[in-house]
C-alpha cells in the first residue's frame, strides 16, 4: 500500500506520468528544478479510483511535516485511507477542504519547503484553487425517503400540505431542562451535520420529544437551515404587501435541499428514457356516481382511480413492466400504484401496494394512513419506493390536461386532469352533457408502445364508464 | 481404546460447531487431531531449543520443571484407590468441557460439577447465542445495502425482521450446542453431577442443590472452572428490562429506539453491531480517552472509521456513566456522565435502554477457598503460568488448578480450554505451559475483527527492552480477489514480526472472515514457525488466506529460510 500512497507526493515539476494528470506538467526528469513548492495530490488508493474525498485533514496550514507523516484521510471508493507526507516542509495551503472531492492527480495542498514559503504558496493555491478541485457543499446522501420523492414526475398532485411552522426550543422531553438542553438521537446529531441543520431550531417529535432522524429531515427539506432560532422572527409575520409564499425571500439564491437535489438528479436521468406520450378522454358520470353513493364509506377518490388502474393494468402487464437494463422488460409481479403528493419542499409518492387485489374501502384507509405518513415524514422505504406505475392528479386544481415526466426505473405515468362538464355529440346524433376528463400517459418506448398504451387506455376507460367491478 | 470407540456423531457435532465460534482448532477439533497437536508441540519444543530462540513464548524454567517431574511421577508411582475420581472440575464451561474431554483421553476418572446449565456462558449467555444475532444482522447489513446489492446486480424489495424469530434462533442455538455439549461428556463417560461444587479441604469437594443433602467427593486433582458473571460498575442499577448485560441482551426481548453501550470493547462492539443492523441507534460511553481500547491502535482506528462512523452510532470518550436508572414512571433511562479525569459532572443521556458492557467479573464466590488459605484478588484465583493455584501465603497449592475467566489471565472461552488441557497433560504427566501469546482472539462484528500475539506498541516497548528491531508489514483486501469478488475489500492485515530472525510477534486482521483467517497466524506462533519458512507454504487461489499469503511475502526478513521440512523430496 505504501507504495501506492507516495506516488501522490509528486513534486509539480518532476511528475512523469505517474499521475496521468500532472504527467504534463513536467517532461524530464534530468533537469529536476529543485521545487520550492510542491503540490500534494490526490493519490490513487485503488486501480479503480476516480476522485476522492478528503475526510479530514490531520495537519492545519502552517503546521510542519516530516517524511512519512501522515497528513491527510482520504476516502476512495473503497476505504478511507491515511496518507503519508513523501516530504518534509510546511504545510503551506490547504485546497480542498474536508468533505471536499479532487480528481485523483488533481492537487488538493501545497507543501512549502520554509516557512518564508508559506505566504508565496498560499497566494498560489488561491489563484489554482477554483479550478483545480470543486467543494461538495452536502454531498446529498441516498436518503430513501429523498430518491424516491425525486422519482416522480414534475406533476405534482392533490395533498398540498400547510407550511410548517418552526418552533423554537419547545422539544418537551423531560431531561431537556424546559428547551435548554437538545436531546437528538445518534443519528439525528450526524444528519444534523451532514445538513447543516441546527438542531436548536428543530422540534423533536420522536420519544419523550427527542429529535430523531426524520424530524432533522424535515427540517433540512423545509429550509430552515438558516433560522437564526430566535421566537421573535415568528410574530414579525410577513407584511402582506405581496402574495408571496412565506419564508421565501426574493433576490437570493438558494440552493438545492437535499430533497431538491435528488429530485433535480432524478430528472435530469429521465432524459435518458426514449418517452412518448398517449392521451385519452373518458366520461367520467358513472364514476362520479358511483363515488357519491360510497363516499360516505370513506372511499376517496384517488382510491377509486387508483384501483381502476390496477385492474386495466393487469389486462396489460406490459403496460406494468419496466426497463432497467435497456436490454430486457422487467414484468412486474404486483400492481403497485404509486402516487404524487406534494410536501413539504418537495413531493413523494406513497404506493398503494396490490392495488389490483385489495378491495377499495381497505385501498380507501389505507390511502388515508399512506398520506398521514407522508406528512409526517414517516413513510418507511417500502411505502414510497415499490410503485410500478404512478398516477399524477392535478385535477383539483381545475387543470385540465398536462404532462408528466416518467420516474426512472418505472414503464409509465398517468397524469388526470379535472372531470369537466363538457357538451358532447352521441352516437345517435344527440347533444348532451357529460362528464369528461383527460387522462395523459408517458411511457418508456423502448418496451411499452403505442398500440399497448392505446388498448390499455381503452380497457380504462370501459372500466371507468361502467365502474361495477371497482366495488367488486 | 475407549476414547476412540466413543468418537460418537453426537460428539463430533458439538465440537465442529465450537470451533467455529471460538477459533480454536488447537482444542477444538475431533480426537485425532488433538493427538496430533500434542505431538506436534513436542517438534515445536525441539525447534525452539534447536534455533536459540531468546523468545520467552515457551518457558521451560529448568527448575520447576524438574520438580514437577518428581512430583507427578511420585504421584503417580503411588496408587490412591482411596479417591473417588482422578479429575474434578467444578464448572462445566467450554473450559471445563475441554479440561473433561482430554481427561478422559487420558484415562483419567473425570467427574464434573456444574450448578446452573451445561455450557456455562460462552454456549449460554456469551460467544453462541451472539454468534446467532451477529448471523442475523450480518444478513440484514448486506440485503439493506442498496449500493452493495446493486453492485452485485442483485435487486432486494425491503428486508425485515421478526424480533421473536431472531430471538428464537439465538436460544435454539444455544440449547442445540448444550445438549451436544452434554451428550458428548455423557458418551465419554464423564459424570455430570448437579449442584454448587465448594472446595472442603485439599482434594475434597462437596457439592449439592439447594435443600437437599450435600454429598462430598475426593478427587487426586480438582480444577476450578467457574468462570465469570457480567461485571456491572457502582451505581448502575440493572432492571433486566432497559438497564441490561449481555445475559438479558441475548434475549433480545426487546429492539429500543436508542440504545447506550457503556463498553466498548468486543462485546459492546459486537451488540453495537447487532442493534443498528435491526434498527436502533447506538451512543457508546467509554472510560478510555479512545473507542475500543485493546485493539491494535490502527486497526482500532480503521475499524472506527468502517464500524462506528458510517453508521447510527456516536460516542463519549473519557467519561465515566457513574449513575444509570432504568426507565420507569414515563421518564427513559437516564445516564449520569462523569469525567473520567476530573470527576466533574459532564452530561446527562436519556435513552430508551443500556447495555453494561464493562467486562466481566470472576464467579469464585462460595467456592470454599477460605477453606484452603486462597485468597481471590478482587475475585479473581491467583495462579501460576501452570495454572497451579496459590495461597495467601505465596505458596502453591497442591492438587488445584484453577483455568479460565475464574483465574482471569486471558478471559476467552478457548484460552479456558486450552489452559485446561494444559492441566491435565500435566497431571498426568507431561510439563504444559500454554503460550498465551499463540491465543487468538476475534471480535464478530462486519466485517470481523481478529489478532493474536503483541500489538504494535506492546512489540515496540518489547523491543525497545529486549534490544530487536521491530518490523510491520501491512496487506489490503482490496487486492484480494476473493474479497473484490464479495464486493468486501475493505480491510487490512498486519503483521508485527522481527525482521533479524523472522519471528512473528503479532497479526491484528480487519476485514471479511478475518476470524477464520487468524489461525494460520496463530498456529505459526503456537508451533514457533518464522516468516521466512512460512512464506512458501502455499495458499488456494482464489481465497481469502491469500491476504495472510501475501502479508507474510511483504515481510523483509534477514534471516534466511531454514532447510526444508520434508527431508526428501516428494516427486508428483
Known amino acids: ?472 | 481404546m475407549h476414547s476412540t470407540l466413543s468418537l460418537s456423531q453426537a460428539t463430533t457435532v458439538p465440537r465442529s460447531n465450537y470451533a467455529f465460534d471460538s477459533h480454536s482448532p488447537s482444542f477444538a477439533l475431533s480426537k485425532p487431531i488433538n493427538l496430533r497437536f500434542c505431538g506436534l508441540r513436542r517438534e515445536a519444543f525441539g525447534f525452539s531449543n534447536l534455533t536459540q530462540s531468546c523468545s520467552s513464548r515457551v518457558r521451560i524454567s529448568s527448575r520447576g520443571h524438574s520438580k514437577k517431574i518428581v512430583a507427578s511421577a511420585g504421584n503417580n508411582g503411588t496408587p490412591l484407590k482411596s479417591f473417588n475420581y482422578d479429575l474434578i472440575i467444578i464448572g462445566a464451561g467450554v473450559g471445563g468441557h475441554g479440561a473433561a474431554l482430554h481427561a478422559v483421553e487420558k484415562g483419567l476418572k473425570t467427574a464434573i460439577i456444574e450448578g446452573d446449565v451445561v455450557g456455562g456462558t460462552c454456549v449460554n449467555r456469551g460467544c453462541v447465542p451472539s454468534k446467532a444475532l451477529l448471523a442475523v444482522s450480518g444478513r440484514m447489513r448486506e440485503l439493506q445495502s442498496e449500493h452493495h446489492m446493486k453492485a452485485l446486480g442483485l435487486q432486494v424489495s425491503v428486508a425485515g425482521y421478526d424480533r421473536q424469530g431472531v430471538a428464537d434462533h439465538a436460544n435454539n442455538l444455544a440449547s442445540k450446542i448444550r445438549s451436544n455439549l452434554t451428550n458428548s461428556m455423557k458418551a465419554l463417560g464423564v459424570d455430570i453431577l448437579t449442584g454448587v461444587g465448594t472446595i472442603l479441604g485439599p482434594q475434597k469437594v462437596k457439592y449439592g442443590k439447594v435443600g437437599f443433602p450435600d454429598s462430598i467427593v475426593t478427587a487426586k486433582d480438582i480444577i476450578i472452572a467457574t468462570g465469570s458473571v457480567p461485571f456491572v460498575p457502582k451505581g448502575i442499577e440493572v432492571d433486566g428490562k432497559t438497564v441490561i448485560t449481555s445475559d438479558h441482551a441475548l434475549k433480545l426481548e426487546f429492539v429500543p429506539d436508542w440504545i447506550a453501550i457503556v463498553g466498548s470493547g468486543y462485546i459492546g462492539l459486537e451488540f453495537s453491531d447487532v442493534y443498528t443492523a435491526l434498527g436502533s441507534e447506538v451512543t457508546f460511553i467509554e472510560a478510555l480517552d479512545q473507542l475500543m481500547p485493546g485493539f491494535d491502535p490502527e486497526i482500532g482506528k480503521l475499524a472506527q472509521r468502517v464500524l462506528i462512523n458510517p453508521r447510527k452510532i456516536d460516542y463519549h470518550t473519557g467519561v465515566f456513566a457513574t449513575k444509570i436508572t432504568p426507565a420507569r414512571d414515563r421518564k427513559p433511562v437516564i445516564i449520569e456522565l462523569t469525567d473520567a479525569k476530573t470527576k466533574e459532572p459532564k452530561d446527562t443521556l436519556e435513552v430508551d435502554a443500556a447495555l453494561i458492557a464493562t467486562g466481566r467479573a470472576p464467579f469464585t464466590n462460595g467456592l470454599g477457598l477460605e477453606n484452603i488459605n486462597v485468597v481471590t484478588q478482587r475475585g479473581f484465583v491467583p495462579v501460576d503460568e501452570r495454572m497451579r493455584v496459590i495461597d495467601a501465603n505465596g505458596n502453591l497449592v497442591p492438587h488445584l488448578y484453577c483455568i479460565g475467566d475464574a483465574n482471569g489471565k486471558m478471559m476467552l472461552a478457548h484460552a479456558a480450554s486450552a489452559q485446561g488441557i494444559s492441566v491435565v497433560e500435566q497431571v498426568t504427566g507431561r510439563d504444559h505451559v500454554l503460550n498465551h501469546l499463540s491465543i487468538p482472539a476475534a471480535c464478530f462484528t462486519h466485517p470481523e475483527i481478529s489478532m493474536v500475539g503483541l500489538t504494535e506498541p506492546q512489540a515496540r516497548e518489547k523491543g525497545e527492552k529486549e534490544g530487536f528491531e521491530v518490523g510491520i508489514a501491512k496487506t489490503s483486501f482490496k487486492a484480494n480477489t476473493k474479497a473484490l469478488a464479495e464486493n468486501e475489500g475493505e480491510g487490512l492485515a498486519k503483521l508485527i514480526y522481527r525482521p533479524d530472525n523472522g519471528e512473528i510477534l503479532g497479526v491484528h486482521i480487519f476485514g471479511l472472515h478475518a476470524a477464520d483467517l487468524i489461525h494460520e497466524a496463530s498456529n505459526a506462533i503456537a508451533l514457533g514457525t518464522r516468516i521466512q519458512d512460512i512464506k512458501f507454504a502455499v495458499h488456494a487461489h482464489p481465497t481469502l488466506s491469500e491476504v495472510l499469503d501475501e502479508l507474510f511475502k511483504s515481510a523483509k526478513v534477514k534471516a534466511p529460510a531454514s532447510s526444508s521440512p520434508v527431508s526428501e523430496p516428494v516427486a508428483v
Request: glycine content about 8%; some cysteine.
Open chain 1, 1 to 472: 500500500m505504501a507504495h501506492v500512497l507516495q506516488t501522490s507526493f509528486l513534486p509539480s515539476s518532476t511528475s512523469l506520468g505517474l499521475n496521468p494528470i500532472s504527467g504534463s506538467k513536467g517532461k524530464s526528469q534530468a533537469f529536476q528544478v529543485k521545487a520550492k513548492i510542491r503540490e500534494i495530490f490526490m493519490p490513487a488508493l485503488s486501480s479503480t479510483m476516480t476522485e476522492g474525498k478528503i475526510v479530514s485533514w490531520m495537519k492545519s496550514e502552517g503546521d510542519k511535516l516530516s517524511k512519512g507523516e501522515s497528513v491527510v484521510v482520504v476516502e476512495s471508493d473503497k476505504a478511507d485511507m491515511d496518507v503519508e507526507s513523501f516530504h518534509e516542509g510546511f504545510l503551506a495551503a490547504i485546497m480542498v477542504e474536508e468533505g471536499g472531492v479532487a480528481a485523483v492527480g488533481s492537487a488538493i495542498a501545497l507543501l512549502a519547503e520554509t516557512e518564508d514559503e508559506i505566504a508565496e504558496a498560499k497566494a498560489k493555491s488561491q489563484s489554482s484553487s477554483a479550478s483545480s478541485a470543486q467543494v461538495v457543499e452536502e454531498k446529498p446522501k441516498p436518503k430513501e425517503e429523498v430518491a424516491q420523492a425525486a422519482s416522480v414526475a414534475a406533476s405534482v398532485a392533490s395533498t398540498v400540505s400547510s407550511t410548517k411552522t418552526v418552533a423554537v426550543g419547545s422539544a418537551v422531553h423531560p431531561a431537556s431542562e424546559g428547551g435548554r438542553r437538545i436531546v437528538a438521537s445518534p443519528y439525528a446529531k450526524k444528519l444534523a451535520k451532514e445538513l447543516k441543520v441546527d438542531l436548536g431550531t428543530v422540534v423533536g417529535t420522536g420519544p419523550m420529544g427527542r429529535i430523531v432522524a426524520k424530524d432533522v429531515e424535515a427540517a433540512a427539506a423545509a429550509g430552515v437551515v438558516a433560522a437564526s432560532g430566535h421566537a421573535s422572527q415568528q410574530h414579525a409575520s410577513p407584511a402582506k404587501a405581496a402574495p408571496v409564499a412565506p419564508g421565501i425571500e426574493l433576490g437570493t439564491v438558494v440552493p438545492f435541499t437535499t430533497m431538491q437535489g435528488a429530485v433535480s438528479r432524478n430528472m435530469v436521468e429521465s432524459l435518458s428514457v426514449p418517452t412518448f406520450r398517449v392521451g385519452y378522454t373518458i366520461t367520467t358520470n358513472a364514476l362520479d356516481g358511483l363515488y357519491k353513493k360510497i363516499k360516505s364509506k370513506g372511499v376517496t377518490m384517488t382510491a377509486l382511480l387508483a384501483k381502476a388502474t390496477a385492474l386495466a393494468l393487469i389486462q396489460h402487464p406490459v403496460v406494468n413492466s419496466s426497463c432497467r437494463d435497456g436490454n430486457s422488460f422487467t414484468y412486474n409481479s404486483s400492481v403497485n400504484i404509486a402516487v404524487a403528493v406534494a410536501i413539504d419542499g418537495g413531493l413523494i409518492t406513497p404506493v398503494l401496494q396490490d392495488a389490483d387485489k385489495v378491495d377499495i374501502y381497505t385501498l380507501s384507509r389505507k390511502w388515508k394512513e399512506l398520506v398521514d405518513k407522508a406528512r409526517a415524514k414517516q413513510l418507511q422505504p417500502h411505502e414510497y419506493n415499490t410503485g410500478t406505475f404512478t398516477l399524477s392528479n392535478l385535477g383539483m386544481f381545475g387543470v385540465d390536461r398536462f404532462d408528466a415526466i416518467l420516474p426512472p426505473g418505472t414503464g409509465a405515468i398517468m397524469a388526470v386532469g379535472a372531470s369537466q362538464l363538457t357538451v358532447v355529440a352521441s352516437k345517435d346524433g344527440h347533444i348532451g352533457m357529460k362528464n369528461q376528463m383527460q387522462v395523459n400517459v408517458t411511457a418508456d418506448h423502448r418496451i411499452i408502445y403505442g398500440a399497448d398504451l392505446a388498448a390499455f387506455l381503452q380497457t380504462l376507460a370501459k372500466i371507468i364508464e361502467d365502474p361495477k367491478d371497482l366495488t367488486f
